[in-house]
Structure formats: structure tokens, C-alpha cells
């Protein structure tokens, strides 16, 4: 009973102590830095005030926005991780230890799905799945990083006005008065970023689907042959038609594609800073765990809806099932 | 464009983003993805490898378990052959012995019962002669003469083997006898011509030869006792006394 | 009354009806999870399938949530 109450008590000095730090050191910071409501805007915010390139027209100006700077901190992981596959390679170790056997456990679970559903084209989908999975988790992921959408430049902003200046990288204790320009802000609260992956999965699925039926695969999107083979004549008008919507189909799946990761961890990022700045107390730990799970969830989603899309652009009569389902 | 641009939307950010993505994913496919699938691949090959040779090796110990109880069987099937071989052996050749020591003492038995029979016939029939001589002798101081001792020597050679005048007077007798053998008690032994004189008259009397076997009997004390199958034909002294007991009570 | 504060507190609503959309999806999640739990619960050997399926019947729901969140973004930001 004693050993019991002992053990609860070793329990309770556990957790509860440094919870109880966490709270007292949250509510101090509460009192004297109180947290800055983060700027809420679509595009990225740039982190330098100059342009890196100066193209104008519709190319627009390339500033080094903070979405920027998390896509080179995903590149800068990623070639963590294929340092420390190559050295696991170059060691010979068969034993999956650290990063590389984390690494090689997700890839054998990827491979095993593509494997399920692409067949023979495994070996030429898998990559595109792990590539997009990897990619998008590590973008979602870096939300979680403290300082990610906290730390960044400070801004006056006026009531209604849109424009805003410099003030500088401290908190100052005039709440009201500023929005913080975060430094980093996850890549997938970026369109660009989102948008450019959703093209280069329909793009790769077009390219494969031709790899696998040649021109034929094009039939998809012109059924012509239809109005003259199919029987009576207005059935095979319509399957002509049908197929035109093939083509609004893809076009919908990059807007899926994109608006899906996009929507998902701007509402989460948002929903963090903005609990964080009404409780900044325990409330966002909570809601950190929810988003590290809609995060795996999301690029699984991207790299299975992928591997769908491609797996059934390689069958000769496909494509129609799931397109139309998600459009 | 402009609502494009309110969304984010930079066809520059997004060429960049599409060339980073484009990039990523060659360095990943040419440096991560190969050496992780040959890993795996490795892995797998050599976990089927071991779990192959664990299945030959079970294999192997299970056939080596086989042979090892084949090889008991066939040896405790060998060892009990062995021990019933042996057994059989002894008991064979303790039957044998025990078969020899019983001939022998059946041998030995039969040899001193043949001795014996032998011994007592002969003094029998010494003993024949002389009581024929004191029988004459004390007839003679009886009565005084001397009968014609040839004459006497036949009477008395009659009285113990009931042969009168080269006849069996006791055959006549017998009558339709169906026998396989027949035996002639006499109270002393028979002389050869006697045992010749009486087979004579039965096979004459029977019509054909059977075997005839004579025995000693001194307690019928004079005649012949002659059986042949199922019949009795008495002719002895001890026969006639006990008609004569019968007649008289 | 300020034209523009007008505009503004129009667009605000409009953004907020724009969500109401979003309950569709939820509706629709919870659907899908139901029936995969369900569908767990009698067979659980194929859990995993189960799961994989789900999700993706998932994300194809909120779809439609993200597609209320678009226009949403789109009157509260685009719209002049």
C-alpha cells in the first residue's frame, strides 16, 4: 500500500512537477511578454525586405519569404537523411539503427502498399509516393518546431491598414499595437508550395500513364472513337463527353490536391497561433498533438492518392472509378 | 492575376517550388531510395536464408531423430531375436538332454526289467525240471513203484503247458475267434517245440497267423491260460480250482 | 456608415456562412470512421486495410470542407 502511494507520489513528482514549472514559467511569460497575435495572411510574408530576383511581369518578384526558408530547411532534413542512408549504407550494417532503420521502416511500409496496388509498376511509382510523403511530412512536421510561426519580425500596424514597417526581431510589450512576421512558416501554408506538388503529381501521372499505354492513354481525355463504335450514336456522344470531363477531373485533383494540404495546416497553424494567444498557457501542447497527427495523415493522403492515380493511369480502363469519386 | 496574387499564387515562388520538389526527389531517388531497397533486400534475403537454414536444420535433426529411433528399433528388434534365439537354443538343447537322460533311463530301465525277466524265466526252468524230478520222485516213495518215467515225464510236461498228445486240448474251445493277437500264460516257462506246438494248433484253429506272445505266470500253477482278442480260454490248475469252488459252494 | 466597414462586415459573414459548408465533410468523416470502426470491430484482421481505406474516404470528405475553406480564404482575402 505505502509502495503504492509511493509510486503514485514518484508519478505525481514526474509529471506534475514539470508541468507545474511549465505553467508557472507560461503565466510569467503570459504577464511579461504577452504574445503577439501573428500576422494571418495568404501569401508568404518575406523575411528579407529586399528581393532576391527582381523579374516583375507575371513572374513577380522572388523575395525570400519564410515559406522559402522552411522549403530549405525540408531540403536541408532531406539531405540529412540521405547522408545518414548513405552512411548506413557504407557501413554494410544490416541492423536498422537510428534515422537510417526509421527511414527504412517507413520506405518498407511505402513499398509494401505500392506494392499491393501498382503490381508490376511498382518500381516506377514508389518513388514518387515516397518522395511526396517524405516532403510533405517534414513540411507539416516543421510546425512543430518551438519557434516556427513565433519568432520574427515585429510590425506596427494601424487599424485597417494593411501596410506595415520593421519594428524589429524582440517582443515588446505593447499588445495591440503589432503582428509578428514569423521568420519561418510551414511550406504548406504556402499555395506556391502546395500547388507545385499537386501539378507535379498530376503532371508524373500523365507521363506514366502514357509510359504504360503509349498514345492510346490519351483516349481518356478524347474519346472520339466512342461516337462511332459505341452503339447507338447519342450513348457514344455521351461517352465522349464524359471523356472531356476527364479532363476537368485532373484539373480538379490539383485543385484538390493542393487546397486539401494547403487548407489543413493553415486552419491548424492558425488555430495554434491563435489559441496560443488567447491561452497561451498548456492549451497549444494539446493541439500540437493534433496537428503532428493531421500532419502524417495529410502527406499519407498525398502519397496514396498519388500512388492511386498513377496505379490506375497504368490500366488500360481506369481512371474513371476514383477520378470522378474525388472530383 | 490579381486574385492569384491575394491568394499567394507566384508563378516564380512556384517554378522555384516545382524545381526544389524536382530536385529532391532525383537526389532521393538517386541516393537514398537504392541503397535502402538493397538494404531491405539484403535483410530479407538474409532472414530467408537463416529461416531456410533453420528449416533444413529442423529437417536435418528430424531425419537424424528418425534414423536414431530406426536404428534403436532395429537394434532392440535384433537384441530380442537374439535373447529368443537363445532361449530356444537352451531350451532345445535342455529338451534334448532331458530326452537323452529319459532314453537312457528308459534303456537302462528296460535293459535290467529284460535281465530280470530273463533271470527268473531261466531259473524258472531249471526250476521246472527239478520240481518235475522231486514231483517223480516223491510219487515214487508215495507209491512205492516206479511209474515209467517217460511216461511221467509227459503227464507232467502235459499238466504245465496243457499240451496232450501234440494237441491244445483247451483250443478246442474256441470257437470263430477274430483277433489281432493272442498271448499264452503258462506257470512255467514253455520249452521251444511247446511254444511251436501251441501257435501250430491256434493258427490251425484260427486259419491264419497272428502274433503270439507267452508270458510266466506261477501263480495259476499248472495249464495254460490262453487269451486270443476278447476270449479267455483257462486251462490252468488255479482256473479249474476256482470252477471247483464255485461248483461246490 | 462607412461604405467599406460595410463591405468588410459583409464579407466576414459571407466567409462565416462559407464554413457552415464544412459540416458536410464533418458529417461525412464521421461516416467513414463509424463504418471502419464498425467494419473493425467485426473483422479485425484486416485493420490495416480497414484504415488505409478509411483515410482515404476521408480525405476525399474533406474535400468538400476544404473546398467551403477555399472560399472562404477566397471572400475573406480576394474579394475586393
Not at chain 1, 117 to 133: H, L, M, N, R, V
Not at chain 1, 150 to 165: A, D, M, N, Y
Request: net charge negative.
Amino acid at each position: 500500500m505505502a509502495d503504492a502511494q509511493k509510486k503514485k507520489s514518484n508519478k505525481w513528482k514526474e509529471i506534475g512537477l514539470p508541468l507545474g514549472i511549465a505553467v508557472v514559467l507560461s503565466g510569467l511569460g503570459w504577464y511579461f511578454f504577452p504574445p503577439v497575435m501573428p500576422h494571418i495572411q495568404l501569401p508568404a510574408e518575406p523575411v528579407l525586405e529586399q528581393p532576391l530576383l527582381r523579374l516583375g511581369g507575371i513572374w513577380g518578384d522572388i523575395y525570400l519569404t519564410n515559406t522559402l526558408v522552411a522549403t530549405l530547411l525540408i531540403d536541408v532534413v532531406l539531405l540529412g537523411l540521405v547522408w545518414a542512408v548513405q552512411k548506413a549504407a557504407r557501413s554494410g550494417d544490416l541492423i536498422p539503427r537510428g534515422i537510417s532503420g526509421v527511414l527504412e521502416a517507413t520506405l518498407e511500409a511505402i513499398y509494401n502498399l505500392t506494392e499491393t496496388t501498382a503490381g508490376k509498376w511498382t518500381e516506377t511509382i514508389f518513388p514518387y509516393f515516397a518522395t511526396f510523403f517524405l516532403v510533405v511530412l517534414i513540411a507539416n512536421w516543421t510546425e512543430l518546431l518551438p519557434g516556427v510561426d513565433s519568432i520574427g519580425w515585429l510590425h506596427h500596424v494601424e487599424e485597417g491598414v494593411k501596410g506595415f514597417g520593421h519594428v524589429g526581431p524582440f517582443l515588446m510589450k505593447k499588445p495591440g499595437d503589432f503582428q509578428v512576421m514569423a521568420w519561418v512558416r510551414v511550406a504548406s501554408t504556402d499555395l506556391n508550395f502546395t500547388i507545385a506538388l499537386a501539378l507535379v503529381s498530376v503532371f508524373m501521372t500523365q507521363v506514366i500513364g502514357v509510359r504504360a499505354l503509349g498514345l492510346p492513354y490519351f483516349k481518356k481525355f478524347f474519346n472520339i472513337e466512342a461516337i462511332f463504335k459505341v452503339k447507338p450514336m447519342y450513348m457514344g456522344v455521351i461517352d465522349f463527353f464524359v471523356s472531356i470531363l476527364e479532363i476537368i477531373s485532373e484539373v480538379a485533383k490539383i485543385i484538390s490536391f493542393s487546397f486539401r494540404l494547403f487548407g489543413n495546416l493553415f486552419a491548424g497553424s492558425v488555430m495554434l497561433f491563435v489559441l496560443g494567444y488567447l491561452v497561451p498557457i498548456l492549451l497549444q501542447s494539446g493541439v500540437l498533438l493534433l496537428e503532428a497527427f493531421v500532419g502524417i495523415v495529410q502527406a499519407l493522403v498525398f502519397g496514396m492518392l498519388t500512388l492511386m492515380f498513377m496505379a490506375l493511369a497504368t490500366h488500360p480502363h481506369g481512371g474513371e472509378e476514383h477520378g470522378e469519386a474525388h472530383a | 492575376m490579381e486574385a492569384l496574387q491575394n491568394l499567394g499564387i507566384n508563378l516564380g515562388y512556384l517554378i522555384v517550388q516545382i524545381v526544389n520538389f524536382g530536385v529532391m526527389f532525383w537526389v532521393l531517388k538517386k541516393w537514398a531510395y537504392p541503397p535502402i531497397m538493397e538494404m531491405l533486400e539484403k535483410r530479407r534475403q538474409i532472414i530467408a536464408k537463416g529461416l531456410e537454414d533453420a528449416r533444413v536444420a529442423a529437417e536435418a535433426r528430424a531425419n537424424a531423430e528418425k534414423e536414431a529411433e530406426k536404428i534403436l528399433a532395429e537394434a532392440r528388434a535384433k537384441a530380442s531375436q537374439i535373447v529368443r534365439e537363445a532361449s530356444e537354443r537352451a531350451e532345445a538343447v535342455g529338451r534334448e538332454i532331458k530326452a537323452q537322460a529319459e532314453a537312457e533311463a528308459a534303456r537302462i530301465r528296460a535293459e535290467a526289467v529284460e535281465a530280470a525277466q530273463a533271470e527268473r524265466e531261466r531259473i524258472l526252468r531249471e526250476l521246472r525240471s527239478q520240481v518235475a524230478m522231486l514231483a517223480i520222485a516223491a510219487a515214487q516213495k508215495l507209491i512205492g513203484t516206479a511209474l515209467d518215467e517217460q511216461r511221467q515225464r509227459q503227464l507232467l510236461d502235459a499238466f504245465f503247458s496243457g499240451i496232450e498228445g501234440g494237441k491244445v486240448t483247451v483250443l478246442d474251445e474256441l470257437e470263430d475267434a477274430v483277433a489281432d493277437s493272442a498271448e499264452v500264460i503258462s506257470a512255467l516257462p514253455l520249452t521251444e517245440e511247446e511254444q511251436e506246438t501251441i501257435k501250430k494248433n491256434l493258427f490251425a484253429k484260427l486259419g491264419r497267423e497272428i502274433p503270439v506272445t507267452f508270458k510266466v505266470d506261477p501263480t495259476i500253477m499248472g495249464g495254460v491260460i490262453i487269451r486270443v482278442g476278447d476270449k479267455v480260454l483257462d486251462d490252468s490248475v488255479s482256473g479249474h480250482l476256482q470252477e471247483l469252488r464255485e461248483a461246490l459252494i | 456608415m462607412d461604405p467599406q466597414s460595410i463591405v468588410t462586415a459583409a464579407k466576414l459573414i459571407g466567409a462565416g456562412l462559407a464554413m457552415i459548408g464544412a459540416m458536410g465533410g464533418g458529417i461525412g468523416i464521421g461516416l467513414s470512421a463509424h463504418g471502419a470502426v464498425q467494419g473493425i470491430a467485426r473483422n479485425p484482421d484486416v485493420a490495416g486495410q480497414v484504415q488505409t481505406n478509411m483515410i482515404l474516404g476521408i480525405a476525399f470528405a474533406e474535400a468538400v470542407a476544404i473546398y467551403c475553406l477555399v472560399v472562404a480564404l477566397l471572400i475573406l482575402f480576394v474579394v475586393k
